[in-house]
């Protein structure tokens, strides 16, 4: 069985900052691909930020030079920096991940989500 767990959010105001982590554990071959969606309250879910088993990344185009994603292979963990954070970002982040438990089986995972609040 696999987990992702989420930390790393919280309350700031406009213009700060957080760094938001996810550690993927238990029956782990590989993991491809790690990204970090989020949810504001009456909106769908979406996608914020992605990022290969090789390193290349992509983003939401509004979070763009504010947020950076990246991983640590030697930790299965995935984090998201993210700078200059505006009221509009707040919403419940959620880790997903597309893990390998054998070599014949891939599956998608979610972490539980954290919640990020910018006040103006």
């Known amino acids: 069985q696999v987990h992702l767990v989420e930390s790393g959010g919280g309350l700031v105001q406009a213009g700060g900052s957080l760094r938001l982590s996810c550690v993927a554990s238990?029956?782990?071959?590989?993991?491809?691909?790690m990204r970090w969606y989020r949810q504001a309250p009456g909106k769908q879910r979406e996608l914020v930020a992605d990022i290969t088993s090789g390193g290349s990344t992509s983003y939401k185009d509004s979070v763009k030079g504010r947020f950076t994603i990246s991983r640590d292979n030697a930790k299965n963990t995935v984090y998201l920096q993210m700078n200059s954070l505006k009221p509009e970002d707040t919403a419940v982040y959620y880790c997903?991940?597309?893990?390998?438990?054998?070599?014949?089986?891939?599956?998608?995972?979610w972490g539980q989500g954290t919640q990020v609040t910018v006040s103006s």
């Open positions: 997903n991940a597309v893990i390998s438990v054998s070599m014949v089986t891939t599956g998608m995972y």
């Open positions: 238990g029956t782990i071959f590989s993991i491809n691909a």
